[in-house]
């Protein structure tokens, strides 16, 4: 199921095929995780990859595990001791260039695999003993390749503040590839980078600063060498998580904006709810729905016009939770 609209562009997402319910993994199972299928499967269209069989070692098959140097590990067969490392690094170099145009806004991978577990991924010594201090091979080789793109390990996204970051991440940088898809002017630049400034702040208060000096020297930079800088230090900032802090100061920022409209009551009331969202008393969606509400009311454009009210699908329910 897809909620798009017929005309929108897709968001795109790569998954580890297992995660999806594909029947990939060496014993013939799966391991579909519910809140990605039936949760973000609403809104992304999921590319799946199981490198593993796309090099060959088909279903069922021996496991495999990470041997040597955490650094610079061979992939193995764990009975034959059959070596996988060249066959799998080759096929990798050739498959994230074809990945490549696909278009992804974002990575789901397997947690803990050696072929996509993106970090703490068991590599054993010679003699046997484990330590997770490794990266799947292909995972590894994918946040190196983009590394721009939001990624995150399907176990991480029990974790609702992970959970909220990444999909902030993918929507925001979907964004970013339609401003940069074609020729781009200045004024575009500005207008995105405007209208993305609360959820910098909350984010990365810093990051937004440094932005906004680059945007202010456009004309100083050649477009693509421009495109690549405002990118890596846009995604680098969106990476920290929003803080309870941050969004409080967010808040009361945007509040700025009704001061000369609202009673000395009004006042008080969404006053009082951020006081109750920064004791972890309310979710985040408390406030910002009050403050919407008389955003829209008294029709402030430059407010409206933020990402930070509408970062993603509200029916997601990311800020929903104390």
Same mark, same amino acid.
């Given at each position: 199921m897809n909620r798009k609209n017929e005309g929108e562009d897709l968001i795109r997402v790569g998954v580890s095929a297992c995660v999806l319910g594909e029947k990939v993994r060496f014993d013939g199972q799966h391991k579909r995780?519910?809140?990605v299928v039936d949760v973000l499967g609403n809104y992304f269209e999921f590319v799946?990859?199981?490198p593993e069989v796309e090099v060959g070692m088909g279903v069922p098959r021996e496991s495999v595990r990470l041997v040597g140097e955490p650094d610079k590990p061979r992939m193995v067969g764990r009975k034959s001791g059959k070596d996988w490392t060249d066959t799998m690094k080759d096929f990798t170099q050739k498959r994230l260039k074809h990945l490549e145009e696909e278009n992804l806004s974002g990575y789901i991978l397997k947690k803990d695999s050696p072929s996509c577990g993106m970090e703490r991924v068991k590599v054993y010594t010679d003699k046997g003993m484990p330590s997770r201090k490794g990266k799947g091979f292909w995972g590894g080789a994918l946040t190196e390749f983009f590394p721009h793109l939001p990624v995150e390990e399907e176990g991480r996204l029990n974790d609702l503040k992970l959970r909220d970051n990444f999909v902030v991440r993918v929507f925001a &940088?979907?964004?970013? @590839?339609?401003?940069f898809s074609g020729r781009f002017v200045r004024k575009e630049v500005i207008d995105f980078h405007t209208t993305h400034k609360y959820l910098m702040l909350a984010h990365n208060p810093e990051a937004y600063k440094t932005l906004g000096q680059l945007v202010a020297d456009i004309k100083k930079y050649d477009p693509n060498e421009f495109k690549s800088e405002y990118s890596r230090m846009f995604m680098d900032g969106l990476c920290y998580k929003s803080t309870t802090r941050k969004n409080v100061?967010?808040?009361?920022?945007?509040?700025?904006?009704?001061?000369?409209h609202l009673t000395k009551q009004e006042k008080a009331d969404i006053l009082e709810v951020i006081e109750g969202y920064r004791k972890e008393m309310i979710p985040l969606i408390v406030p910002l729905t009050l403050i919407n509400?008389?955003?829209?009311?008294?029709?402030?454009? &430059?407010?409206?016009? @933020?990402?930070?009210l509408n970062p993603h699908p509200k029916e997601l329910m990311l800020r929903n939770h104390v």
């Open positions: 995780d519910t809140y799946p990859v199981c &940088y979907h964004r970013l @590839q339609i401003l100061n967010v808040l009361l920022h945007i509040m700025g904006f009704l001061k000369e509400h008389y955003i829209k009311k008294h029709n402030i454009d &430059y407010i409206l016009n @933020q990402v930070y």
